[in-house]
């Protein structure tokens, strides 16, 4: 009997420990689909946002402050999102500082098209961004060439290693502002897919943060060799942090929150255009 012919679906997200453990149930193959293959297309998440803007790949990572630029292509999955329930990306400085003296700084930034920008740009909208690659923001502050450093990714919880000081942070800040967990990062599958191919990534997604749940030493393991020099026990709280019951599915409260982020921006003059969020 022939084989029936996969889809095959070129799925990117970016080379960090809780990308990988939540595509790990795909990536090893432990989680296969009768309609569908993918190719797994690893890059930082900056590089991520610009590429969804040409429709590049059938299914992205993307942040949710870069949906408005992406959404004539894509449609955001349910399941797939990290979300900082009181926690998110932090900045820091080399010395002890207020939030109120980043008025005015050079603050190295991962990229403008980043949902920490714009969480950033909320909190406090005067500042010289540079953008710097993520991995070399805590460098940039050491050194002196930046003023202060917004750190997404396993930094957040790494920084205090280095010699730097956290000023804020920016999940703790906006929950204690609109009482909503800080939507960050979201998966995207084309809208030029069939509806039963989009559907498919979805559940396949879904499947495939279950299977980690469910075999979370295995996983981790796996997830270890993108930990950026984190020990395991700091990789699974890292992990524990960004891969939880809002990655299985959002829910309302999630589209809620990503909704009023992006509404907030448009009112701020930071985004363009005014979108409604739109889920697969």
Not at 227 to 248: H, I, P, Q, W
Request: proline share 4%; with cysteine; hydrophobic share 40%.
């Amino acid at each position: 009997m022939d084989q029936p012919v996969l889809r095959k679906i070129a799925v990117a997200h970016s080379p960090d420990s809780d990308d990988a453990f939540m595509f790990y149930g795909l990536a090893t193959q432990k989680i296969r689909s009768p309609l569908v293959s993918f190719q797994h297309v690893l890059d930082d998440i900056e590089s991520l946002n610009r590429a969804a803007i040409e429709g590049r790949y059938d299914m992205t990572a993307i942040s949710y402050h870069a949906y408005p630029y992406v959404a004539e292509n894509y449609v955001l999955t349910r399941a797939g999102s990290s979300v900082g329930d009181g926690y998110g990306p932090i900045v820091v400085a080399q010395r002890p500082q207020t939030p109120e003296e980043l008025k005015g700084k050079r603050i190295a930034i991962p990229g403008t098209m980043t949902t920490a920008y714009l969480v950033l740009k909320l909190f406090q909208p005067d500042f010289q961004a540079l953008v710097t690659p993520f991995d070399k923001i805590v460098s940039a502050v050491q050194e002196g060439s930046a003023d202060a450093g917004l750190v997404i990714h396993e930094g957040q919880i790494s920084f205090d290693r280095l010699g730097v000081h956290r000023v804020v942070d920016l999940g703790r800040w906006w929950k204690q502002q609109y009482g909503l967990p800080l939507p960050l990062g979201a998966n995207a599958v084309l809208r030029s897919l069939q509806s039963d191919i989009r559907q498919e990534c979805n559940v396949m997604l879904r499947k495939s943060i279950e299977y980690a749940l469910a075999h979370r030493e295995e996983a981790l393991s796996y997830a270890m060799q993108f930990a950026r020099g984190l020990d395991s026990g700091l990789t699974e709280k890292f992990v524990g942090m960004y891969v939880n019951d809002y990655t299985l599915d959002g829910g309302s409260s999630v589209a809620e929150a990503a909704q009023k982020l992006l509404d907030l921006g448009y009112e701020a003059g930071l985004i363009s255009r005014h979108v409604r969020l739109e889920f697969a």
